[in-house]
C-alpha cells in the first residue's frame, strides 16, 4: 500500500535553531516525492521534490530510498518558516495523483 | 498562482442540502483534482480527473459527485451533505498528470454543514 507518514503534528523551534521534519514512505516502486507548505489559511505551495535536488527559502530534502525517507531540513530556522507543511508522493503511472502525509505543524519562536 | 480559483471561499449550509463547490483554472491543465483537508488526515483525493468528460474515483469518493464538461471547470457536488462532510476542500490542477510535476492548489474552500 502507498503511504506516506509524518510522526510529529507538531513540532516547536526557537529562532536560529536547526529544524528537521521527519517524512516516510512506503511504495513498492520509485515515487516522486514532494514537500508542500501551507501558511495559516492560505493555498498549498510547492516548496521541494526531490527530482529538482535544489534549496528553496534555505529548506532541502534528501530522498533517501534505503530508509524510505524524505527528511525536510533547514539549518537555522526563522520566525516566518512557521507553517504546516506537507510531505506528499506522486505513484508512477497514476496520473499525478499525490499521496499526503498527515502534516506537521512547525512553530518557530522568538 | 492566480490561475486556480475556488467559490465560494466559505459556504454554512444544514444537514441533507445539496451544495456545490467550484474550481475554475485558466492554464487549460488536463488533470483537475478534489481533496478534502481534515485535522489527522492531512489531504486525502477525492476524485480527479485526466480530462473533460473523465473522472475517476480517489480515496474518499462517497457522497460526493464530480462532473467535467469544460477542461477550465471541475465542480464538486454533495448531493446531500452530511456533517462529516464539514471540512476545507481544495482543488488542484496538473499540466499532464505526470508523476513529477507539481500540483497548483486554489485557496480551498471552508465548509461547514450543520
Known amino acids: 500500500a502507498q503511504r506516506v507518514t509524518q510522526p510529529e503534528k507538531l513540532l516547536s523551534v526557537f529562532k536560529g535553531a536547526p529544524v528537521e521534519l521527519k517524512c516516510n514512505y512506503s511504495?513498492?516502486?520509485?515515487?516522486?516525492l514532494f514537500w508542500y507548505v501551507q501558511y495559516s489559511r492560505q493555498r498549498l505551495q510547492l516548496l521541494l521534490r526531490?527530482?529538482s535536488r535544489e534549496s528553496i527559502k534555505g529548506f532541502t530534502a534528501d530522498l533517501n530510498k534505503g530508509e524510505t525517507s524524505f527528511h525536510l531540513k533547514k539549518p537555522f530556522a526563522q520566525e516566518e518558516d512557521s507553517a504546516m507543511y506537507y510531505c506528499a508522493l506522486s505513484a508512477n503511472n497514476q496520473g499525478g495523483k499525490l499521496i499526503f502525509g498527515q502534516g506537521t505543524e512547525l512553530s518557530v519562536k522568538p | 498562482d492566480a490561475g486556480i480559483t475556488q467559490s465560494p471561499r466559505y459556504k454554512i449550509t444544514e444537514t441533507g442540502r445539496q451544495v456545490t463547490l467550484m474550481c475554475h483554472q485558466t492554464?487549460?491543465?488536463?488533470?483537475m483534482f478534489w481533496y478534502r483537508q481534515d485535522l489527522g488526515h492531512g489531504l486525502r483525493l477525492i476524485y480527479y480527473s485526466a480530462a473533460a468528460d473523465i473522472t475517476d474515483k480517489g480515496e474518499v469518493p462517497d457522497g460526493y459527485v464530480v462532473s467535467r464538461s469544460k477542461t477550465e471547470n471541475f465542480p464538486l457536488t454533495l448531493e446531500s451533505a452530511t456533517r462529516s462532510q464539514t471540512s476545507v476542500y481544495f482543488c488542484a490542477s496538473n499540466e499532464q498528470g505526470a508523476g513529477n510535476q507539481p500540483q497548483h492548489f486554489g485557496d480551498g474552500t471552508r465548509l461547514s454543514i450543520l
Open positions: 526531490h527530482i
Open positions: 511504495y513498492s516502486g520509485s515515487p516522486e
Open positions: 492554464w487549460s491543465h488536463s488533470y
